[in-house]
């Protein structure tokens, strides 16, 4: 009956969070996040990238912005020990850690951070059986792309991004662990913990920022991890558009509206619908606090769906 199918479904998930894989990656990961974000933090050299406010920036004050290394370093760290799934991934992690760090010491122009992340795109995706269908190919590269940038663009507001990421990837390991593979709920699980661990520092108000060291990477694994689900046969390709939903309709229609007044789509700006309620006189708590409750949602909807 749909009754005993339900009360399976919530044992394997306690199952899960009881389980000893479970416990050390998590707790791990947290641990190792949550010391190398305070260390960036007080560390003389690593405070020296900082984010200096602007025309278009929310915040007034210069805000330390590596604390995506601490993320990515936890991430690769506890992968080692627990999940070597994703291993397979680091090279192209590497890759647009990089290229953020680097665009950090000398302002690389957008047209060759866009080509850099097309190649690491399609690098990606030629490891899957996909060159049967090509205009299918060619809407996942986009799409891996998109989600790579829309990342960078939604990381604009304390605790935004990386709280969006503990409730979109605790989707996939939900879904993951209620159909079998713990292996790759533990994945998931990896990058929740590394997110947590950061966000002791990143919810309003702000200590550090993620910076692109943190967006750019979490958004290719956000679209990567999509596309691996999907291929797992995990979830249909639908699922990621609605967990993530939040962040794609703002950020698509926001580039839409841009793109209609014929404003450049490569400069910075403030016109996101975050942004706008912040400069409306919403505080930051505020707007992430109800981003939270939205994506928790239409995150809990595409799960049942």
């Known amino acids: 009956s749909n009754q005993q199918r339900s009360w399976k479904m919530f044992f394997k998930i306690f199952s899960f969070f ?31 990238f900082l984010d200096i406010p602007g025309q278009r920036s929310l915040h007034v004050v ?11 370093a936890s991430i690769t760290f506890s992968a080692a020990l627990y999940s070597p799934e994703l291993l397979y991934l680091l090279p192209f992690l590497l890759v647009l850690i990089t290229l953020s760090f680097l665009d950090d010491l000398i302002t690389i122009k957008p047209l060759i951070r866009l ?20 205009l299918f190919f ?19 507001s304390d605790g935004l991004a990386a ?17 079998g593979d713990l292996n ?21 108000p702000a200590k550090i920022f993620m910076g692109d060291t943190g967006s750019i990477p979490l958004g290719f694994l956000c679209g990567a991890l999509g596309v691996i689900g999907w291929y797992k046969l995990l979830w249909p390709a639908w699922f990621p558009l609605i967990v993530f939903s ?52 239409v995150g809990i909807l595409g799960v049942f769906a």
């Open 18 to 48: 009881y389980s000893k894989e479970f416990l050390l990656a998590f707790f791990t990961t947290l641990s190792v996040a949550t010391l190398l974000t305070w260390f960036i933090l007080n560390s003389k050299r690593f405070n020296q």
């Open 62 to 72: 210069p805000i330390p912005s590596l604390g995506g290394l601490a993320i990515m």
């Open 115 to 134: 080509a850099v992340h097309f190649l690491t795109a399609l690098t990606f995706l030629f490891t899957f059986d996909l060159l049967s269908n090509y």
């Open 138 to 156: 060619i809407i996942l590269l986009f799409f891996l792309v998109w989600v790579i940038n829309m990342y960078n663009f939604m990381d604009g």
């Open 163 to 179: 709280g969006m990421s503990i409730i979109g990837f605790s989707c996939y390991a939900v879904l993951s662990i209620i159909l």
């Open 184 to 204: 790759f709920a533990i994945l998931n699980i990896i990058i929740i913990a590394a997110c947590t661990g950061f966000l002791f520092f990143n919810f309003p």
């Open 246 to 297: 939040p962040f794609i309709i703002d950020s698509s229609i926001t580039l839409l509206k841009r793109f209609i007044k014929k404003e450049s789509l490569l400069e910075a700006h403030r016109s996101h619908y975050y942004q706008r309620a912040i400069l409306i006189g919403h505080s930051h708590k505020h707007v992430v606090i109800f981003s939270y409750a939205i994506m928790i949602c």
